[in-house]
C-alpha cells in the first residue's frame, strides 16, 4: 500500500527539471560567461534557503503505453528563499529554455510568483534572461493564429510596487516583457558587457532602417545614464551583493518598518575635516560623497542611480544603525544644479524613502534650477516642480542641511517650508531668490549707468550687498533654524534619527 513509485517518478521528474535545457545548452550559456539560472538563485540568497515552487511545471514526452520519456522545464524558476535570514520571492529567467520566449513559457508561473511577493507581503528579486515570458514569432505557428497583445498578471506587477520592495537583474539580453519587468522595479542592476535591455532588438530595428548591435543598442552605459536602470556593475556576483545590500535598507513590505542594526560608530563622533571641507570660493567643488562618508555611519552609504541626473546623490545610510534615505547636492557637477533628469531622480528616490517610511536627510548645495536653451527645451521646470511636489507631499520626518547654496525654486525644494523645519546651516550657507552675483546687474542697472564710475559703484553695491548675505543676518530674523558648526552635524543628525524613528512608532 505504498506511494513509493509514485515518489520514484516525482524525483526522476525533479531531476529532469534540474537539467533545465539540457547539458548542451546549459553549457552554452556558461560559455556566454553567465550564469545558468539555478546558478544565480544559489548566488543570490541564504545557502540552503530555496524552496522552489512549481519545480516540475513544464512539458511531459511519453511512450504510446503514456509512460514519461522526459521533461521540458518551463523557464521560470522561483521560490521562497531567505536573504540575511529575512524571506524573499526570488526568481530567475532560464535562458536555457527557448531563450525565455512565451512558447516554452507557463504564463501561471509568472503570475503565481508576482502574487507570492504581494500576498505574502515579502520583497520580490527577478533575475532576468531574454524576453522574460515576452512574445516569439513561433508562439503563431504553436496557437494557429495570431492575438491582441495582452499580458495578464500585470496587475500583481503593479501591485508589488505599491506594496513591497521589488529588485530587477537584468543578466543578459532583455526585450520586450523581459525590458519591462526590469522597469517595473524599485531598484535595477546591469552587469556590463553582459546585460542589454531593449524594447526590440537589433534585428528588429534594423528592419526600420537602423543599424546596431545590442551593446550600442541598449548597453549598460545607455541605460544606467538615460535612467532606465539604476546601476551597473561589472559581474552577476556584484548584482547580487548589491541586491542583497539595497532590501537590507528597507521593511519587508509598506506598513512595516525597516530593521536598525547595531552601530558601533559614536552618534557623538565629530569629524574635524568638516570645518574646511566648503571653500571660500563660492564656485569651487567639493566632494559631498566625503561629507556623507564623514557624518554617517561609518560604511553604511549605500548610493543608488550614480551615474544619471549627477547632480543629486541618492543613497541609504544610517544613523547610530538608524536607516534612512539621503537626498545630497553634488557641487562637482553643473555646480549641483538640477536639470530635467536630476529632478526626475530626486522625485523618484523621495517617493520611494516615503512609500516604504524611512527618514529623508537633504544635505543642500543647490544653485538653483539649470537654466539656458537646452535646460528649457527639456522640460526641467516641468521636472523641477514634480521633485518639489514630492518633497511638498512626503510625509516621513526629513532633515534638511544647508551646507552651502540654496537659491530659487529649487532652494525652495529642501524641504517643506509648510511644516516644522527639521534644518540646519552651516556657517557657508549662501541663499536667495537668485544668486547675487548674477542679479546684480540687473537690479542696479540704472543706477550703475548713471555712477560716474560705473565699474566702482558696482563694486560698492557687491561689497555691501555681501554684508547682507551673511548667513547670521537671516538667522537674526529666524529665516534659518539653526547655524551649527560642520563638526556637529553627525550628533544632530542622530539625534533627529532616534526622534524620526519614535516618531514612526520604533
Given at each position: 500500500?505504498?506511494?513509493?513509485?509514485?515518489?520514484e517518478?516525482?524525483?526522476?521528474?525533479?531531476?529532469?527539471?534540474?537539467?533545465?535545457?539540457?547539458?548542451?545548452?546549459?553549457?552554452?550559456?556558461?560559455?556566454?560567461?553567465?550564469?545558468?539560472a539555478?546558478?544565480?538563485?544559489?548566488?543570490?540568497?541564504?545557502?540552503?534557503?530555496?524552496?522552489?515552487?512549481?519545480?516540475?511545471?513544464?512539458?511531459?514526452?511519453?511512450?504510446?503505453?503514456?509512460?514519461?520519456?522526459?521533461?521540458?522545464?518551463?523557464?521560470?524558476?522561483?521560490?521562497?528563499?531567505?536573504?540575511?535570514?529575512?524571506?524573499?520571492?526570488?526568481?530567475?529567467?532560464?535562458?536555457?529554455?527557448?531563450?525565455?520566449?512565451?512558447?516554452?513559457?507557463?504564463?501561471?508561473?509568472?503570475?503565481?510568483?508576482?502574487?507570492?511577493?504581494?500576498?505574502?507581503?515579502?520583497?520580490?528579486?527577478?533575475?532576468i534572461?531574454?524576453?522574460?515570458?515576452?512574445?516569439s514569432?513561433?508562439?503563431?505557428?504553436?496557437?494557429?493564429?495570431?492575438?491582441?497583445?495582452?499580458?495578464?498578471?500585470?496587475?500583481?506587477?503593479?501591485?508589488?510596487?505599491?506594496?513591497?520592495?521589488?529588485?530587477?537583474?537584468?543578466?543578459?539580453?532583455?526585450?520586450?516583457?523581459?525590458?519591462?519587468?526590469?522597469?517595473?522595479?524599485?531598484?535595477?542592476?546591469?552587469?556590463?558587457?553582459l546585460?542589454?535591455?531593449?524594447?526590440?532588438?537589433?534585428?528588429?530595428?534594423?528592419?526600420?532602417?537602423?543599424?546596431?548591435?545590442?551593446?550600442?543598442?541598449?548597453?549598460?552605459?545607455?541605460?544606467?545614464?538615460?535612467?532606465?536602470?539604476?546601476?551597473?556593475?561589472?559581474?552577476?556576483?556584484?548584482?547580487?551583493?548589491?541586491?542583497?545590500?539595497?532590501?537590507?535598507?528597507?521593511?519587508?513590505?509598506?506598513?512595516?518598518?525597516?530593521?536598525?542594526?547595531?552601530?558601533?560608530?559614536?552618534?557623538?563622533?565629530?569629524?574635524?575635516?568638516?570645518?574646511?571641507?566648503?571653500?571660500?570660493?563660492?564656485?569651487?567643488?567639493?566632494?559631498?560623497?566625503?561629507?556623507?562618508?564623514?557624518?554617517f555611519?561609518?560604511?553604511?552609504?549605500?548610493?543608488?542611480?550614480?551615474?544619471?541626473?549627477?547632480?543629486?546623490?541618492?543613497?541609504?545610510?544610517?544613523?547610530?544603525?538608524?536607516?534612512?534615505?539621503?537626498?545630497a547636492?553634488?557641487?562637482?557637477?553643473?555646480?549641483?544644479?538640477?536639470?530635467?533628469?536630476?529632478?526626475?531622480?530626486?522625485?523618484?528616490?523621495?517617493?520611494?524613502?516615503?512609500?516604504?517610511?524611512?527618514?529623508?536627510?537633504?544635505?543642500?548645495?543647490?544653485?538653483?534650477?539649470?537654466?539656458?536653451?537646452?535646460?528649457?527645451?527639456?522640460?526641467?521646470i516641468?521636472?523641477?516642480?514634480?521633485?518639489?511636489?514630492?518633497?511638498?507631499?512626503?510625509?516621513?520626518?526629513?532633515?534638511?542641511?544647508?551646507?552651502?547654496?540654496?537659491?530659487?525654486?529649487?532652494?525652495?525644494?529642501?524641504?517643506?517650508?509648510d511644516?516644522?523645519?527639521?534644518?540646519?546651516?552651516?556657517?557657508?550657507?549662501d541663499?536667495?531668490?537668485?544668486?547675487?552675483?548674477?542679479?546684480?546687474?540687473?537690479?542696479?542697472?540704472?543706477?550703475?549707468?548713471?555712477?560716474?564710475?560705473?565699474?566702482?559703484?558696482?563694486?560698492?553695491?557687491?561689497?555691501r550687498?555681501?554684508?547682507?548675505?551673511?548667513?547670521?543676518?537671516?538667522?537674526?530674523?529666524?529665516?534659518i533654524?539653526?547655524?551649527?558648526?560642520?563638526?556637529?552635524?553627525?550628533?544632530?543628525?542622530?539625534?533627529?534619527?532616534?526622534?524620526?524613528?519614535?516618531?514612526?512608532?520604533?
Amino acid at each position: 500500500m505504498s506511494w513509493d513509485k509514485e515518489i520514484e517518478e516525482l524525483r526522476a521528474r525533479e531531476t529532469m527539471a534540474e537539467a533545465m535545457g539540457g547539458a548542451e545548452k546549459v553549457e552554452r550559456q556558461h560559455s556566454r560567461g553567465k550564469l545558468d539560472a539555478r546558478a544565480r538563485i544559489a548566488g543570490l540568497v541564504d545557502a540552503g534557503s530555496f524552496r522552489e515552487v512549481g519545480k516540475i511545471a513544464g512539458k511531459g514526452s511519453y511512450d504510446a503505453e503514456g509512460n514519461l520519456l522526459g521533461l521540458a522545464a518551463s523557464n521560470l524558476i522561483f521560490g521562497r528563499a531567505n536573504i540575511e535570514g529575512r524571506p524573499v520571492v526570488a526568481s530567475a529567467d532560464d535562458f536555457t529554455v527557448r531563450g525565455g520566449a512565451a512558447d516554452a513559457a507557463i504564463r501561471r508561473k509568472f503570475e503565481q510568483c508576482e502574487a507570492m511577493a504581494h500576498t505574502l507581503k515579502i520583497p520580490l528579486i527577478r533575475m532576468i534572461d531574454g524576453t522574460g515570458g515576452g512574445g516569439s514569432v513561433k508562439t503563431l505557428e504553436t496557437i494557429g493564429a495570431t492575438y491582441v497583445p495582452a499580458v495578464p498578471g500585470w496587475s500583481d506587477v503593479i501591485r508589488n510596487l505599491e506594496s513591497v520592495p521589488v529588485v530587477a537583474l537584468s543578466l543578459g539580453p532583455t526585450a520586450g516583457l523581459g525590458a519591462a519587468r526590469v522597469v517595473a522595479s524599485h531598484y535595477s542592476i546591469m552587469v556590463k558587457g553582459l546585460s542589454q535591455l531593449f524594447a526590440a532588438g537589433p534585428a528588429v530595428v534594423e528592419a526600420i532602417g537602423e543599424k546596431s548591435d545590442k551593446e550600442s543598442l541598449g548597453g549598460s552605459e545607455i541605460h544606467t545614464r538615460n535612467g532606465v536602470v539604476d546601476e551597473e556593475v561589472a559581474s552577476e556576483a556584484e548584482a547580487f551583493a548589491r541586491a542583497r545590500r539595497f532590501l537590507s535598507y528597507l521593511p519587508s513590505a509598506v506598513g512595516q518598518l525597516a530593521a536598525r542594526t547595531p552601530c558601533s560608530d559614536p552618534a557623538d563622533r565629530r569629524e574635524e575635516a568638516l570645518i574646511s571641507t566648503v571653500p571660500r570660493g563660492a564656485f569651487e567643488a567639493y566632494s559631498m560623497r566625503k561629507v556623507l562618508e564623514a557624518v554617517f555611519d561609518s560604511g553604511s552609504v549605500f548610493e543608488m542611480g550614480r551615474m544619471w541626473g549627477r547632480a543629486a546623490i541618492t543613497a541609504f545610510a544610517r544613523l547610530d544603525g538608524w536607516p534612512v534615505a539621503v537626498l545630497a547636492s553634488d557641487p562637482s557637477f553643473l555646480g549641483g544644479s538640477w536639470e530635467a533628469k536630476t529632478s526626475e531622480k530626486a522625485e523618484r528616490f523621495i517617493k520611494l524613502a516615503d512609500q516604504f517610511r524611512l527618514p529623508v536627510v537633504h544635505m543642500v548645495d543647490n544653485p538653483g534650477f539649470m537654466i539656458g536653451n537646452a535646460a528649457e527645451v527639456a522640460g526641467t521646470i516641468r521636472y523641477g516642480v514634480n521633485a518639489m511636489n514630492a518633497i511638498y507631499k512626503a510625509t516621513v520626518p526629513l532633515a534638511c542641511v544647508v551646507v552651502r547654496k540654496a537659491y530659487g525654486i529649487a532652494g525652495s525644494a529642501m524641504s517643506n517650508a509648510d511644516a516644522f523645519q527639521y534644518r540646519f546651516a552651516w556657517p557657508s550657507g549662501d541663499w536667495g531668490s537668485l544668486p547675487i552675483e548674477g542679479g546684480i546687474e540687473v537690479a542696479y542697472k540704472s543706477e550703475i549707468e548713471a555712477a560716474e564710475d560705473g565699474p566702482a559703484h558696482l563694486a560698492a553695491i557687491r561689497v555691501r550687498l555681501n554684508k547682507l548675505r551673511s548667513p547670521f543676518r537671516t538667522a537674526e530674523i529666524f529665516g534659518i533654524e539653526d547655524i551649527i558648526d560642520p563638526r556637529d552635524t553627525r550628533p544632530l543628525l542622530c539625534e533627529f534619527a532616534e526622534l524620526a524613528w519614535k516618531g514612526l512608532g520604533a
